[in-house]
Structure formats: structure tokens, C-alpha cells
């Protein structure tokens, strides 16, 4: 059971990414995901969940309107398409798994975490 979260890069202010959560060893199908972001000195805090469905989405006001989670179950991944990128964005993305993705959903239990992949968004 494994998470691998890719797609970071270095973009500048305005640019655009597309981040990757990618299981293996079981079906992302039956479980919502979340993603996560850890910037240098600050906690890891919530970004988004989808639910597994994915027809239940949330987003932290932050990100909202600039961010769209999605998946793809026949491929067992998970996107986060990020647009209008600032600065206050870089960070470490991570992924992980949830058994559901309601208005709590960046509250435990999250599970699986995988490795993350860094943003940085330059000025």
C-alpha cells in the first residue's frame, strides 16, 4: 500500500501545476483522498478532499476557485490542478488516504501518507 505524490516544480506567480497522487497495492477507488501542504516552518495543514466517487469535493478558502481536485479510479490517481499560483503556495504537497471526505476533512483519520513532492512558486 502506497502513495506517490508528483507533479511539483519550480513556476512562477500566475503559473499553473498539476499535482499527481498515484496508488499502488490496493484500489484508490474505495477511499477519498486528500491532499496536504507543509510550507518551511509551518504545520501541515489541508488543502483538499475528494471523495471517493468523486462527485464530494472540498477545498480550504485559500486554494478555493484557483484549485480543482479530481480523479481517475481507473487509473488509481488522484489530481490537484492548481492555477494562479502565489508565492504563499510553496510547499510540500502531500497526499493521503481518508475513508470519507465530508466538511471535517482535515480532521484524522488520514492513512497512507505517501512521500511528497515540493511547489515552489517564485515571485
Known amino acids: 500500500v502506497q502513495l506517490q505524490a508528483s507533479g511539483g516544480g519550480l513556476v512562477q506567480a500566475g503559473g499553473s501545476l498539476r499535482l499527481s497522487c498515484a496508488a499502488s497495492?490496493?484500489?484508490?477507488?474505495?477511499?477519498?483522498v486528500g491532499w496536504f501542504r507543509q510550507a518551511p516552518g509551518k504545520t501541515r495543514a489541508a488543502v483538499s478532499c475528494?471523495?471517493?466517487?468523486?462527485?464530494?469535493?472540498h477545498y480550504v478558502d485559500s486554494v478555493k476557485g484557483r484549485s480543482t481536485i479530481s480523479r481517475d479510479n481507473a487509473n488509481n490517481t488522484v489530481y490537484l490542478q492548481m492555477n494562479s499560483l502565489k508565492p504563499e503556495d510553496t510547499a510540500v504537497y502531500y497526499c493521503?488516504?481518508?475513508?470519507?471526505?465530508?466538511?471535517?476533512?482535515?480532521?484524522?483519520?488520514?492513512?497512507?501518507w505517501g512521500q511528497g513532492t515540493q511547489v515552489t512558486v517564485s515571485s
Open positions: 475528494i471523495g471517493a466517487s468523486g462527485r464530494k469535493t
Open positions: 493521503a488516504t481518508r475513508p470519507g471526505c465530508s466538511a471535517n476533512y482535515f480532521a484524522p483519520p488520514y492513512s497512507n
Open positions: 497495492g490496493f484500489p484508490l477507488a474505495e477511499v477519498a
